[in-house]
């Protein structure tokens, strides 16, 4: 295997392209407020930039690009160099009735070896709605449809396993889809797979916040809301493994703590 790869140029600016079409299309709803951007450069290799809305409709949304490279692979996955690049946003709503929602897709290539990774999981915080659910699983699954109509239920199950809260024994939420370290020895299919599952998260989450913006909600439930963005703040402290990879790269900390929610209760 050639490093760097040949197709790396290529896959930053897919991922590029696709953060300023989420970006745009959180702030056609938000409209009085917009986004505030920042680079930041890695202490090896390359950087990222953080971009920022805090809103009337997003309490808190982060999109944010990376695209570092290090002499030694972090949590001892591979040995030697590595690059490793990928789109994360977390958002996190005014209105309770508006579930929260995480999308990433990374690319990250060692000496040796390439893989894929990502996915978009759905957070309700307190108040589910079937309607909800079952819209963001179905984009999922077309998504997926023409690679396979294995990969819906096992990124669906690795989903669940992944986004689970030992402590709490629970799920973080209402699942998704998640995958990591995909490589089927066919670059191009795996790559169309990787810009598809990117390409349908604003179809998946954008008419259920539309749906869900102007509902009307009072203290009560804000409390709730509150009481369960500490649970998606403990997963994302203890348990994920993106949050671990970034510190443990030398990643940005304000990056990658860019997922914690504004305010949370316990």
Not at 97 to 111: A, G, L, M, Q
Not at 218 to 244: C, M, P, S, W
């Amino acid at each position: 295997m050639v490093f760097p790869h040949p197709s790396r140029l290529e896959l930053i600016d897919f991922l590029k392209s696709l953060r300023e079409k989420i970006i745009t299309s959180f702030e056609q709803i938000e409209k009085t407020h917009h986004f505030e951007r920042k680079s930041w450069a890695h202490h090896e290799e390359g950087g990222g930039e953080i971009a920022v809305l805090r809103g009337n409709i997003f309490e808190k949304a982060a999109v944010n690009w990376s695209g570092v490279g290090g002499t030694r692979f972090p949590l001892g996955e591979a040995e030697g160099p590595f690059f490793a690049t990928g789109v994360s946003l977390i958002t996190h709503m005014s209105n309770p009735h508006v579930p929260t929602s995480h999308f990433n897709i990374r690319f990250i290539e060692t000496k040796d070896r390439y893989w894929f990774g990502g996915g978009y999981d759905l957070t309700p915080m307190g108040f589910p709605y079937l309607e909800d659910t079952t819209h963001f699983h179905t984009i999922a699954e077309q998504a997926l449809l023409p690679f396979g109509s294995h990969l819906y239920p096992q990124f669906s199950q690795q989903a669940k396993e992944y986004f689970y809260i030992p402590h709490r024994q629970k799920e973080r939420g209402v699942g998704g889809i998640f995958f990591d370290h995909y490589n089927t020895g066919d670059f191009e299919k795996d790559k169309q797979l990787w810009e598809s599952v990117g390409h349908s998260f604003i179809q998946a989450i954008m008419p259920i916040y539309q749906r869900r913006i102007s509902q009307p909600f009072n203290q009560e439930e804000r409390e709730i809301q509150l009481k369960h963005r500490a649970h998606y703040a403990e997963f994302n402290l203890v348990y994920d493994r993106g949050t671990r990879f970034g510190f443990q790269s030398g990643g940005n900390t304000e990056a990658i703590l860019c997922s914690m929610p504004p305010l949370a209760k316990w």
